[in-house]
């Protein structure tokens, strides 16, 4: 068809088409009542003049295929009100109902780089009548043709409309105007960018307040007591809390009323929700889990939080019984987080009601029996330890920032009021607590009142009261010191020499009141300093145990390092070990059982009193000898450091003898395993005697101890025939699944290079068997598996085949367990070294299981051959070559998990060149090209698919036509895409601007 054929004889037939679309839309539409009513629909023919201008500007005015040229022959125009009308219809399958959409058409107009940032702005599609219409007779003509809907806002429209008559149809030629008309087309741009595009905001956004309204009107009119007491699960108590969050809080017209009637609702829907099963919530693809009791309190929290203010006191109340009847850890945690926002010092509150708000809560704990606090401490400390703490601070949110706001709380004689009866709660918590735990916490509430000396500016009366109430804080240590174990007189005596260097400091260079206070607290801290170290058990125990500790020195020189105080440790330890003797003997063994009692699992702790005890067995190898007859299970948790003084002593017969009977009892064989790893002794006999009791009392730690002690003295006399002892731990231990060796073995596995370069391949195997258990592999599990690698990388490559044939087995692990790692850090050197055999074992594994490979195998290759990996993917490209389509699929599970980048695309290429018709292979292909990592910023997903797009550049160089054909195409799908996520992301931007706007103090208080 050309120009004349189109006005002589197609024009009506196009004219009758775009009214049949456009009565299809009008029938469609208003037999949906769930979308949105357009303002109108329109439809066309193009115009015989308007086609000719236009085929003349593209040089096609000889064109004799119009039919194929043009998509706009019909056209229709749907034209909505709003912003979210167009976005509801275009969420919907209305369009695709009821027409057949032809494949690339849909064209997203919006601004952009790539179209210079024309303005016009809708959502055309280009779509045939159905098989199923064009049978009936009135709509047979209609066969083969194509009609362009086009979607739009009415302001766009009238935009669009107003300009293209102006600007396009009547063109004024050369010679004359265009100056003019350059004026006009930028007035047209400035009409949209100024008023019509954020006026289609601000509609938006008032349409879709309204309807923010309406929801949260439904809420409040439905009576939400009631409805909480007739939800029937938790999804549906979940669903109720969400709606009052989201949509009826932010617009109650009286929240402090509201609140009041909703306390006490919160409260029994969470009661009710602990009491409920989880409901499995059905969906089209299938049932999800159900909201469980945790879900639902963490809402109901989450409320509270934001109603907090509205009544303090009664929110107190609210979370002491919550927290006292809470079975979770977590949701407490939760719970105490809110509690220390509530108490906090804000600046827009303290504003308001100054420290008021802290002083009637702290009124309230004051006012409680001791028993119903501690049944919710943490509660308690958290508004107590919040009412101490000198900084006052804020939060404001903008559209695209937060603004932070500090400061340190005004001094009053409020305030001081304030700290009085918190400091007086915490002295009553700390009397009342039970164990150190407990008053380390409350310990940590106090010193918020000592900080004194911190980062921020202090006024002078602030500082004033911090000084008053720390001599008072240290006052009352110092009559509790006593009484206190070593552990905590520890750990006060280092934050109290701090405080007293602090307090010389500002007793030279202070203000005179600041100068007498700070005397007073120097001399009260010497008072408690005094009053622990007259303890001569405890000035020993310091020195023997622990990292915190103070030594004389340090009064005088706070710069006391660290090498200066191990010298002064040892030296004290030395004149220790002389004192030892028949009288003082039971007085040293009290304390050294003392010092095993104490608890940490901070390897800085023990190296001290370890060395200690060496050197006791070393010199005194009888008493060490006595000490370990009658020691209990802590001191015996040190029985290698005995054996290794013992060893080294001048009675054998005593370390002989001591050896024998911890061999023969059993009781505590991981500690002679440790002797002998780390120790001097060389024992072969031991080593062996060791692994077999080991074995037959089935104790696997011990077994393990053994294997690490093979491991760290292979090829020396430690270990007789350590290939067999290795042997033998590893069948006992993988007998029973048990692989944590690997946890203690990992650190020095760099170290122990002797090993791993000379371990026979059949032990390599055996190792690799047992570790096949293992859950999850970690940074721990690569760097054994790193050094087996280094000589048996095929091995490697097997072990985690099997891997991935355990994660298909059905088991109690099944859940936890994890083949491959999502990353690799280090192991990817080792394994990337032969790539041929990488791909040979993952196509076997591809073979076996290839629905789940992309997320197992596939992911694990991406991962030892990161980037830029030549060889590996010209292997691959290789591969894809010269096999079929399993192969072809199979690289693509691989590329799946790459994210676009240039080096993948030499085995895509050839994937599109191999098949060039393959639309499955095809789609595949394109999501391997889309694919991107993490995005940044507002535009962040358009810019990654610009990326992608541009990359495909060198796709068109490419000599075979279907290569770029396809370039072609997906250079088209990209750009589509690019202009809908630009389309979003400005959307997004203009209606968070506007909220903001709408919320200049965006503050945290939500008061």
């Not at 504003?351 to 509660?379: F, K, W, Y």
């Not at 062996?688 to 037959?696: K, M, P």
């Not at 050094?787 to 088991?811: I, M, P, S, T």
């Not at 595949?924 to 358009?942: D, K, L, P, Q, Y």
Request: glycine letters at 4%; charged letters at 30%; aromatic letters at 10%.
């Amino acid at each position: 068809m050309n120009i004349d054929d189109y006005e002589r004889q197609y024009f009506p037939v196009y004219e009758a088409f775009a009214a049949t679309v456009q009565f299809i839309l009008k029938v469609a539409l208003a037999a949906d009542p769930q979308l949105p009513q357009p303002q109108s629909i329109q439809s066309r023919a193009k115009s015989v003049e308007s086609l000719r201008k236009r085929l003349d500007d593209e040089g096609k005015l000889d064109s004799h295929t119009l039919e194929q040229d043009r998509r706009d022959l019909a056209g229709a125009r749907i034209i909505f009100y709003t912003n979210n009308d167009v976005d509801r219809f275009l969420a919907s399958v209305l369009i695709r109902d009821n027409f057949e959409i032809e494949e690339d058409s849909l064209k997203v107009h919006h601004p952009t780089p790539e179209n210079d940032g024309v303005r016009y702005r809708g959502i055309h599609y280009t779509i045939r009548l159905r098989d199923d219409r064009l049978q009936l007779p009135e709509y047979a003509r209609f066969a083969e043709l194509r009609c362009e809907i086009q979607i739009q806002t009415i302001l766009n429209h009238a935009w669009s409309e107003t300009s293209h008559d102006i600007i396009y149809k009547n063109r004024l030629g050369d010679g004359f105007g265009k100056k003019a008309i350059e004026g006009i087309t930028r007035r047209f741009e400035r009409i949209m960018d100024k008023y019509l595009i954020p006026a289609g905001y601000e509609i938006q956004k008032a349409q879709q307040d309204y309807e923010r309204v309406l929801r949260g009107k439904q809420l409040f009119d439905s009576d939400l007591v009631t409805l909480l007491k007739n939800a029937k699960n938790n999804n549906e108590r979940y669903d109720i809390l969400s709606g009052l969050k989201d949509y009826a809080i932010p617009h109650y017209d009286d929240l402090p009323a509201a609140y009041a009637s909703l306390k006490g609702p919160l409260l029994d829907t969470v009661r009710a929700a602990r009491a409920d099963e989880v409901v499995p919530i059905e969906t089209t693809f299938g049932a999800m889990r159900g909201m469980r009791a945790e879900d639902v309190t963490k809402l109901a929290i989450d409320i509270i939080s934001v109603l907090r203010y509205q009544d303090a006191v009664g929110t107190l109340i609210l979370l002491f019984e919550m927290y006292a009847s809470e079975p979770s850890e977590r949701i407490k945690e939760e719970i105490t987080s809110v509690a220390r926002h509530l108490g906090e010092y804000n600046i827009n509150i303290y504003n308001q009601v100054g420290p008021s708000l802290q002083l009637a809560l702290i009124d309230h704990i004051d006012a409680m029996t001791t028993a119903e606090i501690d049944r919710a401490r943490s509660v308690a400390l958290a508004i107590w330890s919040e009412a101490l703490k000198p900084e006052i601070t804020s939060q404001t949110w903008k559209a695209d920032s937060m603004i932070l706001r500090s400061g340190t709380v005004p001094a009053s004689d409020q305030l001081r009021e304030v700290r009085t009866k918190a400091i007086h709660a915490l002295f009553a918590a700390f009397d009342r607590s039970t164990d150190d735990d407990q008053r380390r916490l409350v310990l940590s509430a106090l010193e918020e009142a000592t900080r004194a000396h911190g980062p921020a500016e202090r006024s002078d009366a602030l500082l004033a009261t911090s000084l008053q109430d720390t001599i008072r804080i240290v006052e009352f240590l110092t009559q509790r010191a006593t009484g206190m174990s070593y552990e905590l007189r520890q750990h006060l005596e280092q934050a109290r020499v701090r405080d007293y260097h602090w307090a010389k400091h500002l007793g030279e260079e202070g203000s005179h009141t600041q100068r007498k206070l700070a005397e007073e607290l120097a001399t009260a801290i010497l008072r408690f300093r005094d009053c622990i170290n007259g303890d001569e058990r405890f000035v020993r125990y310091k020195v023997l145990v622990g990292f915190e500790s103070v030594y004389p020195v340090q009064w005088d020189d706070l710069n006391f390092d660290f090498n200066t105080s191990e010298e002064y440790r040892k030296t004290e330890c030395s004149r220790y070990l002389d004192e030892i003797n028949a009288e003082t003997e039971e007085e040293w063994f009290a304390l050294i059982t003392r010092c095993a009692e104490t608890k940490s699992n901070d390897l800085a702790t023990f190296p001290t009193f370890t060395d200690f005890l060496v050197q006791l067995a070393q010199r005194k190898p009888d008493v060490a000898q006595r000490f370990l007859n009658k020691a209990g299970r802590d001191l015996r948790g040190f029985l290698a450091a005995f054996l290794n003084g013992l060893f080294a002593s001048s009675q054998q017969d005593i370390y002989e003898k001591t050896l024998a009977e911890e061999l023969d009892s059993g009781d505590n064989l991981p500690a002679v395993a440790r002797h002998l790893r780390y120790g001097n002794a060389r024992n072969p006999s031991a080593a062996r005697s060791l692994l077999d009791r080991s074995i037959a009392i089935q104790d696997s730690w011990s077994v393990m101890e053994c294997l690490l002690l093979a491991m760290r003295h292979w090829g020396t006399d430690r270990v007789a025939a350590p290939d067999i002892y290795m042997r033998d731990a590893l069948s006992y231990l993988t007998e029973r699944k048990d692989a944590r060796w690997v946890y203690q073995a990992w650190f020095s596995a760099g170290r122990e290079s002797s090993f791993y370069d000379k371990v026979p391949s059949g032990l390599a195997t055996q190792m690799l068997e047992n570790m096949a258990y293992l859950p999850k592999i970690n940074h721990q599990v690569e760097q054994i598996l790193t050094q087996l690698a280094k000589h048996h990388l095929e091995a490697v490559w097997d072990y985690f085949g099997e891997r991935l044939q355990h994660q298909d087995r059905d088991g109690d692990d099944a859940k936890s367990f994890e083949a491959v790692p999502f990353q690799l850090f280090g192991l990817e050197k080792a394994l990337a070294k032969d790539p041929a055999l990488a791909l040979a074992r993952g196509l076997a594994w591809f073979q076996r299981d290839a629905g789940l490979f992309e997320f197992r195998g596939g992911r694990l290759l991406s991962a030892a051959f990161p980037r830029d990996a030549n060889d590996f993917f010209v292997a691959l490209a290789n591969l894809v070559k010269t096999g079929g389509e399993t192969e072809v699929k199979f690289a693509l599970a691989i590329l799946r998990n790459y994210h676009g980048e240039a080096f993948t695309h030499s085995v895509l290429k050839e994937i599109v060149f191999l098949f060039p018709k393959n639309r499955a292979l095809h789609s595949a292909v394109r999501a391997c090209i889309e694919s991107f990592g993490i995005a940044h910023g507002e535009h962040g997903v358009a810019d990654a698919w610009r990326a992608r797009r541009n990359l495909l550049d060198d796709w068109l160089k490419d000599s075979r036509q279907a290569v770029v054909a396809f370039a072609e195409r997906e250079i088209a799908t990209l750009t589509r895409m690019i202009t809908d996520e630009e389309r979003r992301a400005e959307s997004d931007k203009r209606l968070r601007d506007m909220k903001y706007d709408d919320q200049p103090d965006s503050d945290d208080d939500n008061n």
